[in-house]
């Protein structure tokens, strides 16, 4: 959660509050650390596309459940980077998978998304560069941070789907018709 981001107080119990973000993403928080209103232009545009905000971040640590340029994670970086662009999508790989629109390895253009994962969910998500170049936020021997790089062997031979978000008809959803 992020200061302004508008939540769900679900519960409070011996100082602390189950809450529910926007993106429905479930947490516990002090409940001391509430208060305040929603900043109105939480989710206003700032970037014009997601993969130009993504390439803002390079250089970027990583950092498990991060989503700031002072730490972020691979599902972060997406998430983030489409709030950017006024679009709110889930927060994690395995959430982004599921909503997003499937795409043919052939049919895949820039700022498209791949995951990597095994049989049973995605554990890793990046931003599809073209000609087997990705963008993504990864921490693996003599990686840590948000890079542009070759899609690593490691990673192509766990790749699940390829794919895109459909466009989005109304604030604060991923919409299930048309494709960006």
């Excluded at 479930?26 to 409940?31: D, F, I, L, Y």
């Excluded at 049919?107 to 993504?136: C, E, M, N, Q």
Aim: proline share 7%; charged share 25%.
């Amino acid at each position: 959660m992020l200061p302004g981001e508008p939540i769900d107080v679900e519960e409070t119990r011996a100082g602390w509050a189950r809450i529910r973000t926007a993106y429905d993403y479930p947490g516990w928080v002090r409940a001391g650390a509430l208060g305040g209103d929603p900043d109105p232009g939480w989710l206003a545009a700032t970037a014009a596309d997601p993969l130009d905000h993504a390439r803002s971040l390079l250089g970027s640590p990583y950092l498990w459940g991060g989503m700031t340029a002072a730490g972020i994670d691979c599902s972060g970086l997406v998430h983030m980077s489409y709030r950017a662009a006024g679009r709110l999508v889930p927060r994690d790989a395995d959430q982004q998978e599921d909503v997003g629109v499937p795409v043919d390895e052939a049919d895949a253009r820039p700022g498209d998304l791949v995951t990597y994962g095994d049989a049973s969910a995605a554990d890793h998500i990046a931003f599809w560069l073209g000609g087997g170049r990705i963008l993504h936020s990864t921490q693996r021997d003599g990686v840590d941070g948000v890079v542009e790089e070759p899609e690593p062997e490691a990673l192509r031979d766990r790749r699940r789907k390829v794919f895109r978000f459909a466009v989005c008809t109304a604030p604060n959803q991923v919409a299930s018709e048309g494709v960006m």
